[in-house]
C-alpha cells in the first residue's frame, strides 16, 4: 500500500527539493540579476520622472489666457492647499513663439493728428498741441505716442480710404486741424479725396468706420470772413461733415473753430480739453458713449431727421429715448387723469417714506386764505411717478428723465439749436437768456390743472393735494443737473454743434422751472430754488395760479410767472379745466400776491393765446386782469399744438393755433385797453420764431429804450447782500435792437434755417414779410 502512494508522495518532495536546490545552485545570480534590473529600471524612471510629473499639473490653460493670468495660475497653485497634491515640480513650460503671437495683445490707440499749412500758423500750433497731448497720455499704457501728420505729404490712400493697417491690436483715433482757404491749396485736393472715396461704387460708402472717433479744428479769419455763411472755417466745416459720412458718424467731439487773431487759442483749449475727455472714455470703455452715432450703443438713433443744409444724418436725442423705450417692455399708455388710482396700485419699496409731509387739501378754499380742510395723513405715502408706471414709460418715451420719484428734466429744441448756432429761443432775445445754458426741469410732475393745450396732457399726473412721497430737494438738484448734462453729452456727435457752444452748455447759467406739472407744488420749492442760485444759476418759474399759498411763500425768484390762460371764470374753466372747485377764487387771489410781489422780483403774466378759446373779445377782460396784477411784463405766447391724440382729445386742431398776425393784432389790441385805463405799458420786443411778443411795464424803459434784458450777476450780488431789492436793481442792458417790436427778433447772428416739414405754414409777420412757421413741434417753456 505504501508502494501504490509512491509517486503521490514522491511528488512534493521532488517539486520542492528541486525549487530549494535551484536555488541553493543560483541564488547569486538571481539576486545579482533582479538587483540589477531593479537599478535599470529605477535609472529609467529618474530620467522620464520631469516630463510625467508635469504632466500631473494642472490642464493647460486657455489660449485666450493672457500671460499674467497665466502666471498667476502658478503662483497660486504654489500655495499649499490641504489634502491637495503639490503640483508644481518644474518651471513654467515656456511657450513657443508661434503660442506667443496667437494671444491677443492689450489694446493701444493711435491718435494721428493731421494739418495742413501755408502760411504756417497752423503747423506750429499743431505742433504744440500734439506734444501737449503726448505729455498728458505720458503715463497711460494704451496710448501710443500721437503722431503728427502733414496732409501735403502724406499718402491720402494710405489714411483716407481705410485706417492704417498698422499692427494688430492697435485702434486709430483721427484729429484734423485745418485752416481754410478760398484759393487753390492742399485741401482741395484733400476734400475731393474724400468726397471721391464716399462716392466710390467699388468701396463701401463708410471705409473708415473701423476708426475709434474723428475730430475736427478750423482755423480762419474772421476779418475777411466773419460768419459761417460768409465762408468762416469753410473747409474744416467740409472737411468734418465728409468724415462723418466715411466714418459713419463717428464723430466724437463737436467741430470746433478758431481766428488766431482773436479766439483760436482759447477755443483750441476747450476743444482739446473735450477731445481728451472722449479719449478717456474710450481707453477706460472701449467706446464713443451712449447715444453717440457711430458708437456701437444699443440705444444708438435709428431713426434719423435728414438735416437739409448739410445732407448729414441728424441724431435725435429724443429718438434715442424712443428707442430705449421701445426696448423696454411696452405698456400700454393708459388714460392718467386719476392718476391716484393708478399709482395706489403701484407697490414699492419706497412707499413707506417718513419724510412724506401731511395731506394737504386745496379743493375748498377760505376767505381767510387757509385750506378749509385739516390735513390728514394718508395710511401709506406713495410714489408719484414709480418706475414701473406706464406715466414712468410715457414721460421717458417723451424724452424725459425722471429724476427721484416725481421731478422731471428733459432738453428742449431750443437748447439743441441753440448748440447748433441756430438761434435760442424768445427769451434770449427778451432776456438774455443764451438756450444751450438753459435747463428746463420740473420738481413736480403734477399738476392741478388739465389745460386744453398742456402737450403732456395725459401723460403727466393730476391732483389737488400732494399725497405722496416727497424727494429731498438735494437728491433733485443733482439729478436733474445730471440728467441734463447726460443729455447735452449725447449732442457731441449731432452734425452742426459747435464744440464752443458745447463747452458753455457743461456750464447750465439758467434754469426754466416750467416744463411740464406745477413747480410749486413741490414742497421744498424755496430749498431747490436757493441751491440754484447758490450756483449762481437763474430761476424763471412759471405757475398756475391755482396755489395762492405756495406763492406767497415762495422766496423771490429770478423772474415769477403766473399762467393767464383766460380773462373770465367761464373761459378758464373751458380752457385749463382745473380740479380746484375754487379755481376761479385762487387764482384772483394769486393776482393779489402777484402784485404784492411786483417790487420784489420780476412778475410776468403769460397768456397763451388759443384761437376759439381765449382770444375773441377778451382783450379788455385781460387788460382788467393787468389793472389788478400790475405786473412787470406780459409775455403773450400763440399755443403751439404738439400734434398728439391727446391734444386732439381736448378738442384742439391746427385750427386752434393762432397765426403770427393775429397774435400781433391781439397784442395790439390788449395794449391799446391797457392805455385806455391810463396803464404805463408798451410793446417792448418780439420773436417771431416763437409766436412770442412782450409788453412791458414803462418801469423797464430808460431814455426811451426798453431794458427788458436782466443783469444775472446783479440779481446774485442782490440776493446775497441779504437786503430788500426791487426789480429795478437788477435791470439789464438796453434790448437789443433786432430784439424790439417790429424787427423780428432773430439774432443775426445766428443761422436761421427753415425745416421743410410737413405740418407747416408760413407765417407773415407784423411787417409783411415772413416771419416764421405755424409748425406741429415740442412747445417750450
Ligand atoms: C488767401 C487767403 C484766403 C483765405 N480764405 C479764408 C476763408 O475762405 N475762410 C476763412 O475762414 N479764412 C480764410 N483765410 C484765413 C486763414 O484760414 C487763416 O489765416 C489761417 O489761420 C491760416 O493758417 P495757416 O497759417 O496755417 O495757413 C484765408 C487766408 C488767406 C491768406
Ligand atoms: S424754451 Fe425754455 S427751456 Fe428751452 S431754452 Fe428757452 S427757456 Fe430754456
Not at 66 to 90: N, Q, Y
Request: charged share 25%; hydrophobic share 35%.
Amino acid at each position: 500500500m505504501a508502494h501504490e502512494n509512491w509517486p503521490q508522495k514522491a511528488l512534493w518532495p521532488v517539486e520542492i527539493t528541486d525549487i530549494v536546490a535551484l536555488w541553493h545552485t543560483y541564488r547569486i545570480p538571481i539576486i545579482l540579476s533582479t538587483f540589477t534590473i531593479l537599478i535599470v529600471f529605477r535609472t529609467i524612471l529618474h530620467i522620464r520622472a520631469p516630463r510625467e510629473k508635469l504632466s500631473d499639473s494642472p490642464p493647460p490653460s486657455s489660449p485666450n489666457l493672457p500671460a499674467e493670468k497665466e502666471k498667476l495660475l502658478v503662483v497660486d497653485s504654489k500655495i499649499p492647499v490641504a489634502k491637495a497634491p503639490r503640483r508644481i515640480v518644474g518651471g513654467l513650460k515656456k511657450r513657443s513663439s508661434s503660442q506667443e503671437d496667437a494671444r491677443p495683445r492689450e489694446q493701444k490707440i493711435q491718435v494721428l493728428i493731421f494739418f495742413s499749412s501755408l502760411t504756417g500758423t497752423t503747423e506750429k500750433t499743431a505742433k504744440v498741441f500734439t506734444e501737449q497731448l503726448a505729455k498728458s497720455q505720458a503715463d497711460s499704457a494704451i496710448f501710443l505716442e500721437p503722431q503728427l501728420l502733414d496732409l501735403s505729404y502724406i499718402d491720402y490712400d494710405e489714411y483716407f480710404i481705410t485706417p492704417p493697417k498698422g499692427e494688430p491690436g492697435i485702434s486709430y483715433f483721427y484729429l484734423l486741424l485745418l485752416p481754410t482757404y478760398n484759393i487753390d491749396t492742399v485741401l482741395d485736393n484733400f476734400l475731393e479725396h474724400l468726397q471721391e472715396t464716399h462716392h466710390d461704387f467699388r468701396i463701401d460708402t463708410a471705409p473708415l468706420s473701423p476708426l475709434l472717433g474723428y475730430s475736427v479744428f478750423g482755423f480762419g479769419d474772421r476779418e475777411g470772413w466773419p460768419t459761417e455763411e460768409e465762408g468762416f472755417c469753410s473747409q474744416a466745416r467740409e472737411v468734418d461733415k465728409w468724415m462723418a459720412k466715411l466714418t459713419a458718424r463717428k464723430r466724437a467731439f463737436p467741430l470746433g473753430l478758431g481766428d488766431p487773431k482773436r479766439d483760436a487759442t482759447e477755443r483750441l483749449k476747450e476743444w482739446k480739453e473735450g477731445v481728451e475727455d472722449v479719449l478717456a472714455h474710450i481707453a477706460e470703455t472701449g467706446s464713443l458713449g451712449e447715444g453717440v452715432v457711430g458708437s456701437g450703443d444699443a440705444v444708438e438713433s435709428d431713426v434719423e431727421d435728414v438735416d437739409e443744409d448739410d445732407g448729414e444724418v441728424l441724431f435725435e436725442e429724443q429718438e434715442v429715448a424712443k428707442r430705449k423705450s421701445r426696448l423696454q417692455k411696452k405698456d400700454t399708455l393708459n388714460d392718467l387723469e386719476d392718476i391716484g388710482g393708478t399709482l395706489n396700485k403701484t407697490p414699492s419699496a419706497q412707499n413707506v417714506e417718513s419724510s412724506a409731509p401731511l395731506e394737504v387739501d386745496f379743493t375748498t378754499y377760505s376767505k381767510g386764505g387757509r385750506p378749509t380742510a385739516p390735513p390728514t395723513a394718508p395710511a401709506v405715502t406713495k410714489e408719484m411717478v414709480p418706475k414701473n408706471s406706464p406715466t414712468y414709460t410715457a414721460l421717458t418715451k417723451q424724452g424725459y428723465s425722471i429724476v427721484g420719484s416725481h421731478s422731471g428734466v428733459k432738453i428742449c429744441r431750443w437748447t439743441k439749436s441753440a448748440l447748433r448756432g441756430r438761434g435760442s429761443c424768445y427769451k434770449y432775445s427778451f432776456y438774455g437768456i443764451a438756450s444751450h445754458q438753459c435747463m428746463e426741469t420740473t420738481p413736480s410732475l403734477s399738476c392741478s390743472n388739465k389745460c386744453v393745450f398742456c402737450w403732456r396732457h395725459g401723460t403727466n399726473p393730476v391732483g389737488t393735494t400732494w399725497r405722496w412721497v416727497v424727494d429731498p430737494p438735494d437728491l433733485i438738484f443733482n439729478g436733474v443737473k445730471a440728467g441734463h448734462y447726460k443729455k447735452i453729452k449725447m449732442m457731441r456727435g449731432v452734425p452742426g454743434v459747435r464744440a464752443e457752444r458745447f463747452a458753455e452748455a457743461m456750464q447750465i447759467r439758467h434754469c426754466a422751472l416750467s416744463l411740464v406739472g406745477e413747480p410749486i407744488f413741490y414742497p421744498h420749492i424755496n430749498e431747490f430754488t436757493a441751491m440754484l442760485h447758490k450756483e449762481h444759476i437763474s430761476s424763471f418759474l412759471v405757475c398756475n395760479a391755482q396755489h395762492p399759498d405756495q406763492l406767497a411763500a415762495l422766496k423771490p425768484v429770478t423772474q415769477l410767472y403766473v399762467s393767464i390762460d383766460a380773462s373770465n371764470r367761464e373761459s378758464l374753466r373751458k380752457i385749463d379745466r382745473p380740479l380746484h372747485r375754487d379755481f376761479w377764487e385762487r387764482f384772483q387771489r394769486c393776482l393779489d400776491i402777484l402784485r404784492e410781489k411786483r417790487f420784489q422780483q420780476r412778475t410776468v403774466f403769460r397768456l397763451t393765446l388759443v384761437k376759439g378759446f381765449n382770444i375773441e373779445d377778451e382783450a379788455e377782460g385781460y387788460a382788467d386782469l393787468v389793472e389788478k396784477g400790475l405786473p412787470c411784463f406780459v409775455e403773450v405766447k400763440g399755443v403751439t399744438y404738439c400734434g398728439t391724440s391727446s391734444s386732439a382729445g381736448a378738442g384742439l386742431t391746427m385750427q386752434n393755433v393762432p397765426f403770427y398776425e393775429e397774435v400781433c393784432a391781439f397784442v395790439e389790441a390788449l395794449n391799446a385797453a391797457l392805455a385806455r385805463r391810463g396803464l404805463a405799458y408798451g410793446i417792448a420786443a418780439e420773436h417771431a420764431h416763437s409766436c412770442c411778443i412782450l409788453i412791458a411795464s414803462d418801469r423797464f424803459k430808460k431814455n426811451g429804450k426798453w431794458h427788458t434784458r436782466i443783469d444775472y450777476e446783479k440779481f446774485f450780488e442782490c440776493l446775497e447782500s441779504g437786503k430788500s431789492f426791487t426789480p429795478e436793481d437788477y435791470m439789464g442792458p438796453e434790448t437789443p435792437e433786432w430784439a424790439t417790436w417790429g424787427k423780428g427778433g432773430f439774432d443775426p447772428r445766428d443761422e436761421r434755417v427753415f425745416r421743410k416739414g410737413k405740418n407747416k405754414v408760413a407765417l407773415t409777420g407784423s411787417q409783411g414779410e415772413v416771419m416764421g412757421e405755424k409748425e406741429v413741434v415740442e412747445i417750450d417753456s
